[in-house]
């Protein structure tokens, strides 16, 4: 069997309008039963780890994280990608991106994202340039333009609110820029999407129902002409997910709806909670993602 890599695999997801889910793992024992569920349901997905998960969750290091993958995965369903490395951090902090990118490139990981939506367009480019310099066109580098909020620490304004006046959406004229100047190979919009809350008051809240701009989103799919990533995709209801997917949208990100149940089973121990993140993959693959037997087109 052939083995296609990351970057093939997310071009015929874009080109076929099929949807390849990422799913976050805070914590180590939720990878096993998310690759089972990949594997159970004919589906594909990446597992994904952020540098804030090893940082302010369980997930400890990219390398625990590597070697964890190394035992549950399963090549025909997943491969390994390294979500958000912000160049400047949800509090405020200068980060050594080049470090933590080198390092997961050199323990295997397939593809890589770099964050530089907290900076100003010029140095957003440049920082995202420099990444696609250290992938060197081995891997696939995403990343991120406009404000796909919900990491902050502080409080969300009402999202109604934000929707309303597109407040930090990604601009269609930056994104024609940006992706000819950056040269990266997938692009982490907002059009609506929120992360979770990551604050340890607003862990277990419940996310409000985000939407997607859809005229929004394809002006950024005809500036963009690459793979887009959609972030925070828990709780966008299912409509929103089909039409997005349809309108550019070859990733989405996936890490409330997996993480909440995880923690909350977790008192019953860690079987129970692993059983939680199975159910809520496997639910998510067959309808929410409807992306039962994708990979008979995804790694056939
Ligand atoms: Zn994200």
Redesign the pocket.
């Known amino acids: 069997m052939d083995r296609p890599d990351t970057a093939k695999i997310i071009g015929t997801a874009f080109e076929c309008g099929i949807v390849v889910p990422g799913f976050n793992i805070p914590y180590l024992p939720m990878m096993e039963p998310v690759v089972r569920a990949l594997r159970d349901c004919n589906s594909f997905g990446l597992i994904m780890v ?1 540098s804030l998960e090893f940082m302010k969750f369980e997930a400890k290091s990219l390398k625990a994280i590597r070697d964890e993958y190394e035992k549950v995965k399963d090549e025909r369903h997943t491969r390994l990608h390294l ?2 490395v912000p160049v400047v951090d949800e509090d405020g902090r200068r980060s050594d991106f080049e470090k933590i990118i080198g390092e997961a490139l050199e323990l295997g990981y397939e593809s890589v994202m770099i964050d530089g939506s907290r900076l100003s367009l010029n140095e957003n480019i440049d920082s995202t340039a420099q990444a696609v310099g250290l992938a060197a066109g081995k891997v696939p580098v995403e990343a991120e333009l406009g404000a ?1 909020l919900g990491h902050e620490a502080g409080p969300l304004p009402p999202y109604e609110e934000l929707f309303a006046s597109r407040k930090g959406f990604t601009s269609p004229e930056d994104t024609f820029r940006f992706v000819r100047e950056s040269s990266c190979s997938w692009l ?1 919009v907002a059009v609506g999407n929120i ?1 979770g809350a990551i604050s340890a008051a607003g862990r277990q809240k419940e996310k409000p129902h985000a939407r997607i701009d859809l005229t929004h989103l394809k002006l950024l799919r005809d500036a963009a002409h690459i793979p887009l990533v959609l ?2 995709g828990t709780g966008i209801p299912k409509e929103y997910v089909k039409k997005a997917v349809s309108t550019g949208i070859a990733k989405m ?1 996936v890490a409330t709806a997996i993480r909440q149940p995880y923690e909350r089973n977790l008192s019953k121990g860690v079987k129970a909670a692993q059983n939680a993140v199975y159910e809520t993959v496997t639910g998510l693959l067959k309808s929410e993602f409807s992306i039962e037997n994708s990979c008979d087109i995804l790694t056939k």
């Open positions: 952020a979500d958000h796909v982490s992360h972030h925070g990100n």
